[in-house]
């Protein structure tokens, strides 16, 4: 069964994919690491080709955080090529839609969904996700552009399939980033 195509204006959210996440400095790098950062590119090239806006999430952690304002893990991850036009919608809890100007530069674009990708899937992204749905967006995941670390004895790939069958039972649509590549 085809799935319906992902709409026109459908703007492509990069969620929290910092240097925090990769740098390996407070922290190991996230699970795949290089993997995760050329899919998200894959994605992205295939935003801007397709002219669907992108735009990026970032976390502002606390005081003393990795994540935290001005610290050296803050900055959007650069190998990301996140582009000077492409805003970034800072928060300070999981959901992205935390951020009062993220819904409306979403109305902006016409859009009635969004495609979702980032870390830490368990945790921002899942929120974002709920808080998408619950916007009444429709929502797109890119089953193999988001990440995560090992935790409470589950593997990143069993906490990632696990939370791709989450999405998918909870009205969102899943497709592979190699999926996108081949679209115009």
Avoid at 78 to 105: H, I, R, Y
Avoid at 129 to 158: C, I, M, P, R, Y
């Amino acid at each position: 069964m085809t799935q319906p195509a992902i709409a026109a204006t459908a703007p492509v959210l990069v969620i929290d994919l910092q240097t925090g996440m990769f740098d390996g400095v407070a922290e190991p790098p996230i699970h795949d690491a290089d993997g995760l950062v050329a899919r998200v590119r894959t994605v992205i090239d295939w935003a801007r080709r397709s002219g669907r806006k992108v735009a990026f999430v970032r976390h502002d952690g606390g005081g003393g955080d990795s994540l935290a304002p001005g610290a050296a893990g803050w900055p959007v991850w650069p190998a990301l090529g996140q582009a000077p036009e492409e805003p970034t919608f800072s928060k300070q809890v999981g959901d992205a839609f935390s951020n009062p100007d993220l819904s409306p530069w979403i109305a902006a674009q016409g859009a009635g969904e969004v495609v979702l990708l980032g870390a830490q899937t368990d945790q921002c992204v899942t929120a974002t996700v709920a808080g998408a749905l619950q916007a009444g967006l429709k929502v797109t995941v890119v089953s193999d552009a988001h990440s995560t670390w090992d935790f409470g004895g589950e593997t990143a790939d069993q906490i990632i399939a696990r939370s791709n069958a989450a999405f998918a039972a909870s009205g969102a649509r899943l497709v592979a980033s190699t999926d996108l590549a081949e679209k115009p």
